[in-house]
Structures are given as structure tokens and as C-alpha cells.
């Protein structure tokens, strides 16, 4: 009976569609998703925001043959230039709320800045944020930590971090550098600007999170690390920038690194660290919303992305 009725049905299907009127044609819309991810961690809800996207030359980026990093790229069927997210991150502890790390707002172009709109997006609102905590001070990490954004918020950096950025002879290498130092001067004009003596036992920023020194990419880069009934994730602002080519080979170095020599130890560490505990790892520039573990591979790594969920 079924088999005499199937090529009946499929002919009248058939017939339908090619006589249907294009009800459905309309401009192709662009665009993207509103960014952000939510992953509950123990008490504590993380929010992953995006800030768009840059694209990288990481051919002439990374210190490695050109070559061989455009071929690393092309087994992954990625180029170049790099598409290259941007992300940060909001911790909410039930009684406080950290942001870290916050966008580029305008210095990096317009296909990214859209940390604010996406933290509004998400439910939150920035009056809310009681503590900015920057992993260091280059414009896509700094970039969106305007005081009047954030009325509320206290900026929180290594001292080894902002010393050395908001230096005079730094602030006049460029309208970069004295962008960032005006965003500081506002936080500290308002009494919110509250650098901290990085140490390696950690230091608190609220319970729960603290900053713990990852020194290297640049003088006083830190990692953050939030922790809730036994789940804990890091934060690892730039300890990497290119998952293809350097959670497989963690030796490989970028130009963006004040010191490369000291940058790619701390990579290593941060990776073996990782892989080993197996909690969650949260990265500025790996594809949002760069939330991962880590898997030894022989003499590099895995990256494995967070399942998404859509219940917790
Ligand atoms: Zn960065």
C-alpha cells in the first residue's frame, strides 16, 4: 500500500513546487547573531560577549615561515588574512559582577566594538558592573573601559601592566597609547582606578576571582581565574592568539609579544596546566566564544570546544 502511494505523492510534491509563487524571495539580511554565550559555572554564570572580529595577517604575524603557517591554516581550510575574534567576558558571582577584559569600542575599526551592545543584549546592564579587570593594557583588551560607560565599575590592572603602559615616553609613541592613557585617567580622576601588586599565590578581585601573573606577552599581562564549587575557568587574555598553528605548536611566537622568550613558557604552562586539571579555558582571540578545554596531542594540543547548551 505505502510503496503504491510514495511515487504518487512525491509527483504531486513535485508539482506544487514548481508552480508555487516565490512567497519567500526577499534581500539577503548579513549580520550576525546577537554575541554572546552563557555557561553557568557552579554558582557563578559566565557570559561570554563578543566584540566582532579582525582580520589578521597572521602570515607576517607570527614568527614563523610564512609558508608554513598559511599551509597549517589551509589543513583547517582557513587564510589569510585571519578572521580573528575579539571576546570578553562577564563573571557573575550571585554578588558581584567582573567584567574582563572589554572590546576595542572604536580603536580597531568597525567590525568590532560591540562589547557594550552585546552585554546589553544579553540581559545585563553596564551600571551594573562593579569591577573591570584588564588581562593587559593593548587597545582590543583596554579599548571599551570608558569610565562613563561604566559608572559603577573600578578598573583593575596589574601595577607591572600599567606602569609601563601609561610611562610618559610610552603615552607619546602614539594616539593609540594616549588613547588608552585618557581611558585610565578617567577611571582614576573618579577615584576608580585601582591598580594591584600581581603575586603569584594570586590576588583577589572579588571572592571567588582572582588575577594571577602570566608575564610575558606584555610586562605584567595576567590571567584571571573564577572558581565556584569546584568549577573553575581561566581567563587567558592573549597567553595565544592563532589556535591553528599554536595549540598544536606552543612554541610558536607573535609580534605582538613585548617578549616573546618570556611569552611562549607561560604558554606552555597555561596549556599543560589546563589539559591536566581539564577546567574551562576562556581566550580573547580564539573563535567565540572562545570557551574550551585543552587535550594533549602528542607534542601539542587539542582545543575542544564548549558544547552548547541551552538548559543550564
Ligand atoms: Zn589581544
Known amino acids: 500500500m505505502l510503496k503504491r502511494l510514495l511515487p504518487v505523492t512525491a509527483a504531486a510534491a513535485l508539482a506544487i513546487a514548481c508552480t508555487a509563487p516565490a512567497f519567500a524571495a526577499g534581500p539577503q539580511l548579513k549580520g550576525q547573531a546577537p554575541g554572546w554565550y552563557r555557561l553557568q559555572l557552579g554558582d557563578f554564570e559566565i557570559t561570554a560577549l563578543s566584540d566582532g572580529s579582525i582580520d589578521l595577517p597572521v602570515d607576517k604575524l607570527l614568527k614563523q615561515p610564512a609558508e608554513k603557517t598559511i599551509r597549517t591554516l589551509q589543513n583547517v581550510y582557513l587564510g589569510v588574512p585571519l578572521e580573528t575574534s575579539v571576546n570578553a567576558y562577564l563573571v557573575n558571582t550571585g554578588s558581584k559582577i567582573v567584567l574582563v577584559d572589554t572590546g576595542t569600542a572604536g580603536l580597531f575599526g568597525p ?22 579587570v584588564i588581562t593587559h593594557m593593548h587597545g582590543d583588551h583596554i579599548g571599551g573601559a570608558s569610565s562613563t560607560a561604566f559608572p559603577n565599575a573600578q578598573l ?13 615616553e610610552q603615552v607619546a609613541k602614539g594616539d593609540g597609547a594616549k ?9 582614576a580622576d573618579a577615584g576608580r582606578f585601582k591598580p594591584f601588586e600581581g603575586s603569584a599565590a594570586g590576588v583577589e578581585i572579588v571572592p571567588g576571582v582572582k588575577a594571577v601573573p602570566a608575564y610575558g606577552h606584555t610586562p605584567g599581562h595576567s590571567n584571571y581565574v573564577a572558581e565556584s564549587k569546584g568549577q573553575k575557568i581561566m581567563f587567558w587574555g592573549d597567553v595565544m592568539h592563532v589556535a591553528a598553528v599554536q595549540f598544536p605548536e606552543p612554541a610558536v611566537t607573535i609580534q605582538f609579544d613585548s617578549d616573546s ?6 604558554r606552555e604552562k597555561a596549556y ?6 581539564g577546567y574551562y579555558v576562556a581566550v580573547t582571540h580564539v573563535s567565540f566564544p572562545g570557551i574550551g578545554k585543552l587535550r594533549v596531542d602528542g607534542k601539542g594540543y587539542d582545543w575542544l570546544p564548549v558544547n552548547y547548551s541551552t538548559n543550564r
Open 111 to 132: 567590525t568590532a566594538g560591540r562589547v557594550l551592545a552585546n552585554l546589553k543584549a544579553s540581559g545585563y546592564s553596564p551600571e551594573q558592573v562593579d569591577e573591570i
Open 156 to 168: 583593575r590592572v596589574d601595577k607591572r601592566d600599567s606602569d609601563f603602559w601609561l610611562a610618559p
Open 179 to 187: 588613547a588608552i592613557a585618557a581611558l585610565v585617567k578617567g577611571f
Open 261 to 266: 622568550a618570556a611569552a611562549a613558557p607561560v
Open 272 to 277: 599543560a596546566a589546563a589539559a591536566k586539571e
